[in-house]
């Protein structure tokens, strides 16, 4: 926790300011390499995939291989469409679903970056024994991991540099939560609407010393509370997330709302 004298956008006295903790923001970081653990589960599906079809070819006999000269290609597609192709798009759409940057960008960035590439490598060189989709595809593949590492490294230094960006400050009037990196953010929270702080603290958190607090405002569940599909998720930008010693804030703040506190304000 950190205390400074003035707040310069406001000019109120401030009492605390403070931001996340790395260790809080630990689960950001795990995410950000989303895309390199869906390179390895690309890799053993589309092996899977591959033994699969290559049993089904080989019931169908002889006569039917050379009958449908074709079935190969179709099946090569089929897998590259689905591993890695489709399982990136997936992963992207849940992670844009349930709000989760790290994980939605880096699958998005990976694949992105890896068509970009084939697409170059299949224009510039392509190859005369393979389809134009095929080879495509191969490339997408073949590019598909040296693109998700590039994708942890970038995915990485955006979630430090965001969680640097936050700030969380109280003053006389108003608990001001700050941040963003492209786009600055800024809520301010009068005391007078804050009902109080509900402390959220997981079995990590509780290891690292690590929580996260939530303004309750009256007739909501606090501006920390956004759901989708029922499920819950906190935005570092509208609730002390990550922040260290998670007791002694909630203990500091309690004191702040309390009548004592108000009248010492």
């Given at each position: 926790m950190e205390r400074r004298e003035e707040d310069p956008a406001a000019r109120r006295p401030v009492i605390l300011e403070t931001g996340p903790d790395p260790r809080g923001f630990l689960a950001h970081y795990l995410l950000a390499f989303t895309p390199l653990v869906l390179f390895l589960v690309s890799v053993m599906a589309a092996g899977v995939m591959r033994g699969s079809l290559g049993t089904f070819?080989?019931?169908?006999?002889?006569?039917?291989?050379?009958?449908l000269p074709w079935m190969g290609d179709v099946m090569e597609i089929s897998v590259l469409l689905t591993a890695p192709v489709s399982l990136?798009?997936?992963?992207?759409?849940?992670?844009?679903?349930?709000?989760?940057?790290?994980?939605?960008?880096?699958?998005?960035?990976?694949?992105?970056?890896?068509?970009l590439a084939g697409f170059l490598m299949a224009t510039l060189s392509p190859d005369p024994s393979l389809g134009r989709a095929l080879d495509l595809l191969y490339w997408v593949s073949y590019l598909i991991g040296p693109m998700s590492l590039i994708a942890v490294i970038l995915v990485l230094g955006f979630s430090e540099q965001f969680r640097r960006s936050i700030r969380y400050t109280l003053t006389r009037e108003n608990l001001i939560l700050r941040g963003g990196i492209w786009k600055k953010r800024e809520n301010r929270l009068p005391w007078h609407q804050i009902g109080g702080f509900a402390l959220e603290q997981g079995m990590l958190g509780k290891f690292l010393g690590r929580g996260t607090l939530i303004p309750l405002m009256a007739g909501s569940q606090g501006?920390?509370?956004?759901?989708?599909g029922g499920m819950v998720f906190r935005s570092p930008l509208t609730c002390l997330y990550g922040v260290g010693e998670p007791g002694l804030v909630l203990e500091f703040l309690q004191e702040l709302l309390s009548p004592p506190a108000?009248?010492?304000?």
């Open positions: 070819t080989a019931s169908l006999g002889a006569p039917v291989r050379a009958y990136y798009a997936i992963v992207a759409i849940i992670g844009w679903r349930i709000r989760s940057t790290e994980m939605w960008a880096g699958a998005a960035l990976a694949l992105g970056l890896s068509a501006p920390g509370s956004e759901r989708t108000e009248g010492s304000l």
